[in-house]
């Protein structure tokens, strides 16, 4: 039977074993410790690094326990300061809420303490920078049983960008509708269900709807001609299934029942992420335009109708018609042309008219200058010297039209060719005929003056010449007699006289006084005084009013006075009439001498060129008057003189 050990061994026996479980234990427990202190390690690290690379502060905040206070690296960064190097740091931050947004700040953190949770934005002025920042802060207040106390729990993110574009976004959708609302075109956003998000004023206005009203494009279907409708949205939904821009014209009906013309134009709003959020358009009223593309459209049928009508009219015209287009290639020819021209119409079609039928230089300047004008829009008139196929030349007028497309724009033009050659021929022989006529008048003018000279020195050498040889030769006898009787005195006095009626008489001839001094018809009356008193001729005067004597310019009046004075003299010289008639007068804007005397007549075929009469005609003629002369042997004559006034 073994032998039992005693109480002392057992016992330290035990104490060995419990302090072997111990240090086991211990080293379980350091180990454990090491590997929560590494995981608490990496947990913090992992933490730190996210809220670095957040933007937004996070912060918990022990009121008893500030050392257990804990804030995200970037509330130094964003708010200005260290929440460290002070003992309040949310009360730090409440000193840089600006005083607009600091009532705000504190009703919110008293609302706080109610409901334990709030979110709410301040705007921020950095300490450091100045910079107002605009920052969105939430708040809760949590019990930690550990501590036995409320921790705040808070989260700030910096939204000063997003709100920078918000009012940007803002003040540009201001302006936006400030403009569109201006303008005299209607324009609307859709979004990406064809819901319509704006309309300006002038859309609301067009269509007549009341501001607020929900409309989609669908809704205005009822309005869009019904011809149109099937194919407008069906384009409208392929182009928006392919993100296309629209473009549309399409006819509609207004509240007034009224037919309108729409054009229709918009683009897709896409975001830059790719994103399609529906169109923005603009829609123009092109009434008046369609309106007047119907009114085109209609005269342009006329036109062509009229085209061809005109065409016909060319054809059977007997001037020559040629059309050209804007390079003077020549489109049509009439036959009227070809037959002036002499050539076929195969032979001119595509053809530069001005290659084929100018004759010189000259005319080749001017069809250039003509082709210049018709460009313009213009009609011209002109002439030129035409070639013919055959050489021979030919004076053309030509009267050139430009012609027009639908839009207005000159396409060519047309001329009518008159072929004046031989008008301008018997121009030529009619403007010989003239020249020499004027000729013929000039020299008989000539004539007659020269033939009144010739006259009037007959008249100093055969009158007054012999008279005053008379008074020379009856003053030498009295000389040489030294004596001279009554008789003789008489005879001499007599003498003088005679000469000095004769000067009288020759002067009145030259230049008559009363013409200048009294006028034409004074100066008739003495003309016709002398007469009567030198001859035993009775005298008929009738003549116009002196009112009336300014009708004749002086130089008509010196011509009236010369042919009277031409007459009197023939009568006197060789029809030795015993009665004389003179009438002046008046007649509109002519003016009329009749002369009529009792003598003894002529034959006016027989008078020859140069005596009396011819140098009244010419005088006459010179004035573009008429002299009709009526006469016949043994019964006198009578003469009517006629003159324009102007």
């Known amino acids: 039977m073994p032998r039992p050990k005693s109480p002392s061994l057992k016992s330290r026996s035990l104490q060995q074993t419990a302090i072997s479980k111990l240090k086991n234990t211990s080293r379980l427990l350091a180990q454990q410790k090491k590997k929560l202190?590494?995981?608490?390690?990496?947990?913090?690290?992992?933490?730190?690094?996210?809220?670095?690379?957040?933007?937004?502060?996070?912060?918990?905040?022990?009121?008893?326990?500030?050392?257990?206070?804990?804030?995200s690296p970037r509330w130094e960064k964003v708010l200005g300061f260290s929440p460290y190097q002070t003992l309040f740091p949310l009360a730090e931050k409440k000193n840089g809420v600006v005083v607009d947004s600091l009532t705000h700040y504190e009703g919110c953190i008293e609302r706080l303490?109610?409901?334990?949770?709030?979110?709410?934005?301040?705007?921020?002025?950095?300490?450091?920078?100045?910079?107002?920042?605009?920052?969105?802060?939430?708040?809760?207040?949590?019990?930690?049983?550990?501590?036995?106390?409320?921790?705040?729990?808070?989260?700030?993110?910096?939204i000063s960008e997003a709100e920078f574009f918000k009012e940007y976004i803002a003040e540009s959708e201001k302006r936006f509708k400030s403009i569109t609302d201006s303008l005299p075109i209607m324009i609307w956003v859709t979004d990406e269900e064809d819901n319509i998000t704006y309309f300006n004023d002038k859309s609301y206005s067009f269509f007549d709807i009341k501001k607020g009203q929900a409309l989609r494009l669908a809704d205005f279907g009822p309005i869009i001609n019904p011809t149109d409708k099937v194919r407008i949205f069906s384009e409208w939904d392929q182009q928006k299934e392919q993100r296309l821009p629209l473009h549309f014209e399409v006819l509609i009906t207004d509240r007034y029942k009224e037919k309108r013309y729409l054009a229709i134009e918009a683009i897709p709003r896409i975001l830059p992420s790719g994103q399609f959020i529906g169109y923005i358009g603009a829609a123009f009223d092109l009434s008046k335009e369609y309106q007047y593309?119907?009114?085109m459209e209609s005269a342009f049928s006329l036109l062509k109708a009229s085209e061809e009508k005109y065409k016909k009219l060319?054809?059977?015209?007997?001037?020559?018609?040629?059309?050209?287009?804007?390079?003077?290639?020549?489109?049509?020819?009439?036959?009227?042309?070809?037959?002036?021209?002499?050539?076929?119409?195969?032979?001119?079609?595509?053809k530069k008219a001005r290659r084929l039928f100018c004759a010189d230089k000259e005319s080749e300047k001017i069809l250039k200058q003509q082709e210049l004008i018709r460009q313009q829009g213009t009609d011209s008139g002109y002439e030129i010297q035409f070639k013919k196929k055959n050489g021979t030349l030919a004076t053309v007028i030509i009267s050139g039209t430009p012609l027009f497309d639908t839009k207005g724009r000159v396409k060519g033009s047309v001329g009518i060719h008159w072929d004046v050659t031989n008008i301008r021929a018997m121009e030529r022989t009619l403007l010989e005929n003239k020249i020499t006529k004027e000729k013929e008048l000039i020299e008989a003018k000539l004539q007659a003056e020269e033939e009144q000279?010739?006259?009037?020195?007959?008249?100093?050498?055969?009158?007054?010449?012999?008279?005053?040889?008379?008074?020379?030769?009856?003053?030498?006898?009295?000389k040489i007699k030294k004596a001279f009787n009554e008789a003789e005195l008489a005879q001499l006095e007599k003498s003088a006289r005679s000469a000095l009626e004769q000067v009288r008489s020759l002067s009145r001839t030259l230049a008559p006084p009363a013409l200048r001094d009294l006028g034409l018809r004074d100066a008739i009356k003495e003309l016709v005084d002398s007469y009567s008193n030198l001859e035993n001729t009775a005298f008929e005067l009738d003549i116009y009013r002196q009112t009336e004597d300014y009708n004749l310019t002086m130089d008509k009046k010196i011509v009236v006075y010369r042919i009277l004075q031409e007459l009197l003299s023939n009568t006197f010289k060789?029809?030795?009439?015993?009665?004389?008639g003179i009438r002046l007068y008046f007649n509109q804007k002519q003016f009329f001498l009749e002369y009529s005397d009792d003598g003894n007549g002529f034959d006016p075929t027989l008078v020859k060129k140069g005596v009396g009469l011819e140098s009244i005609k010419s005088r006459v003629a010179f004035y573009k008057g008429s002299v009709h002369i009526t006469a016949t042997p043994g019964k006198g004559s009578k003469t009517l003189i006629q003159l324009p006034i102007s």
Do not use: C
Request: aromatic share 10%; glycine share 8%.
């Open 314 to 350: 060319f054809e059977n015209m007997q001037l020559g018609v040629l059309e050209v287009d804007n390079q003077e290639k020549i489109r049509y020819a009439n036959e009227a042309f070809l037959a002036m021209s002499g050539y076929d119409i195969g032979e001119l079609i595509g």
């Open 113 to 158: 303490q109610k409901n334990k949770r709030i979110q709410f934005r301040y705007q921020y002025q950095h300490p450091r920078s100045g910079k107002i920042l605009s920052l969105q802060e939430e708040i809760i207040i949590k019990y930690d049983i550990l501590s036995d106390q409320e921790v705040w729990s808070g989260a700030i993110t910096d």
């Open 453 to 478: 000279r010739v006259q009037i020195g007959r008249d100093l050498h055969d009158g007054v010449g012999q008279l005053l040889a008379f008074l020379s030769m009856q003053l030498g006898v009295v």
């Open 37 to 71: 202190e590494q995981e608490l390690y990496e947990a913090r690290f992992h933490l730190n690094t996210l809220l670095e690379i957040n933007d937004t502060i996070h912060y918990m905040i022990y009121p008893q326990r500030t050392e257990k206070n804990f804030f």
């Open 574 to 580: 060789h029809a030795h009439a015993a009665k004389i």
């Open 293 to 295: 593309k119907l009114g």
